[in-house]
């Protein structure tokens, strides 16, 4: 039960780096829960990709999330990894890796990239990969006021343990019940396709098992 037993997992299960390519298709997305729903997004999806930093922790690996500044016009204040739209150019390391320096002042030096989890598909239009990248020693961190409130960190163990996944809705207008998954971390609520994807990587590293299976228990750290 290491750190390294995690990271050496994560190094066996997810795709490489250099695996993305601009016409990769969606693996999981919002309507996985919803299958009636239609896009209210129109057109093709727009390339986006996140990071998501996995902190080596002396006390329990821990993964860095944000909760967005209350200023932006779309998905105020909920909680995020650090992430966007991909610039021409671009593929989905450089941009989540930019996307770190520019959010949160993440040094990409500190980032050993271990590669991808499964693309993600947002009912806003996006697809969303996912970068996997394992921090030994954080480096000093500053939000960007502009889009970042705050920045705090989620044990692994909690995040990957089903026990704490709660399936809850939303009440569309025209009167459908949007599902999604959460997680509830002291006060930071994580929903939406945050907690859909870290679902989707609890599910590529250990299974779908409803219950948290005994190589997930290895990995705690």
Known sequence: ?????????????LAPADSWHAEMRAVRSDFDLNPGMTPW????????????????????????????ADSLAHHTG?????????????????????EAREEVDLDPAAVTVLGLSDTYQTGTGYLVTPVIGWIDAL?????????????????????????????????????VKRWFWSMTWGE???????????????ARLYGDEPNLPASAAEDAA
């Not at 057109?43 to 996140?50: I, N, R, Y």
């Not at 995040?159 to 569309?172: F, G, Q, V």
């Not at 930071?188 to 609890?202: D, E, M, N, P, V």
Request: with cysteine.
């Open 139 to 175: 480096p000093p961190l500053k939000a960007s006021p502009d889009e970042v409130a705050e920045i705090f960190q989620a044990p692994w163990d909690f995040l990957m343990d089903p026990a704490n996944h709660t399936r809850d809705h939303l009440d569309a207008p025209e009167g």
């Open 1 to 13: 039960m290491s750190h390294q037993t995690l990271k050496d997992r994560l190094a066996e299960k």
């Open 41 to 68: 997004a129109k057109g093709p999806l727009k390339p986006a990709a996140v990071l998501i930093p996995i902190i080596a922790n002396p006390n329990g690996a821990c993964v860095l999330l944000t909760r967005r």
């Open 78 to 98: 909920q909680v995020a990894f650090p992430g966007g739209r991909l610039d021409p150019g671009e593929n989905a390391v450089d941009a989540a890796l930019r």
């Open 188 to 202: 930071q609520y994580i929903w939406g396709a945050t907690a859909g994807i870290i679902r989707a990587l609890r």
